[in-house]
């Protein structure tokens, strides 16, 4: 009964986990605010994975860019931007053209488009982004929504950045955090080839210098160690209070009981002995 109790609570904490990795990525709208210049009645928003993974190889990427209307009447004619800036480099936007290099925002690489005709309150609307990230450098992705007009500033997310602060697995894909700036692989490279060390330095081959007992000197030829002894000014280590336990049980159980039976058997004896002796010596009075 008691296993099949642990069981069920086992299979209970683990099926909150095996939901979650079925479920998309949750949005965020980290590094996101509203624009001073926004009028009234629009309350527009943008929402970014909060985690992404990228081929180590080829640098490939994917994730999806949303849109959301927050307020309580239907909003048409905006336009979503996404612009890559430093590793991150977008490539293509599902349903939206690409920005010209002249027009793209100041310093960064790539960009696109997106108009969103219709969006009524509450809803959201997606769009699919693939990217190349390059690891070897920090990347940003921004997300500014404008009026048709292009130049009426709604909601900006961003630049913010995707990145990863572990460069030590051997994946092929590396996972990269939102709101995370990204530590570039090759500043945190293990040292590899011929003469290598853990600390990165480079030389001969190493030797492991034997362990020294304590209190004898390292000095002169090395050689085979003897066992190191117990020193004389350092008493025994005394017994454990279970060790005590264990040595008391041995006295008084097994090893006693044989002696004490002997001994009572050894007193029946005796005074079986002694009755049969006194006996005989009535016997001999009488007659």
């Known amino acids: 009964m008691r296993h099949a109790v642990a069981l069920a609570v086992a299979a209970v904490a683990l099926l909150p986990f095996g939901a979650r990795a079925d479920e998309p990525t949750p949005g965020s709208s980290q590094g996101g605010s509203p624009a001073a210049s926004a009028p009234a009645g629009y309350q527009v928003s943008t929402e970014l994975p909060g985690r992404i993974t990228v081929n180590k190889k080829t640098g490939n990427t994917s994730l999806t860019a949303t849109v959301h209307n927050g307020g309580t009447k239907e909003v048409s004619g905006l336009k979503l931007k996404v612009v890559g800036f430093q590793g991150m480099r977008i490539t293509s936007v599902e349903g939206c053209t690409a920005i010209p290099t002249g027009q793209l925002p100041p310093d960064s690489n790539s960009g696109f488009v997106c108009t969103v005709d219709k969006l009524a309150a509450g809803r959201s609307h997606g769009y699919r982004v693939t990217a190349t990230f390059d690891l070897g450098k920090t990347g940003q992705i921004c997300l500014p929504v404008t009026l048709g007009d292009g130049k009426t500033l709604l909601w900006q997310q ?27 692989s090759g ?22 210098a034997p362990a020294t007992p304590p209190g004898q000197s390292t000095g002169g030829p090395r050689g085979t160690s003897p066992a190191p002894t117990k020193s004389a000014d350092r008493p025994a280590a005394s017994p454990s209070k279970d060790d005590e336990y264990d040595d008391e049980l041995a006295r008084t159980g097994t090893s006693s009981t044989p002696l004490f039976v002997a001994a009572v058997l050894a007193a029946l004896l005796l005074a079986g002995g002694a009755a049969g002796i ?10």
Do not use: E, I, Q
Request: hydrophobic share 20%.
């Open 278 to 287: 006194w006996l005989t010596r009535g016997r001999g009075g009488r007659h």
């Open 158 to 184: 961003g630049p913010v950045h995707f990145g990863t602060t572990d460069t030590s697995s051997d994946a092929p894909d590396t996972p990269l955090l939102l709101g995370t700036k990204n530590v570039p």
């Open 187 to 208: 500043s945190a490279a293990t040292p590899s080839g011929p003469g290598a060390t853990p600390s990165g330095t480079t030389g001969g081959p190493r030797t492991t």
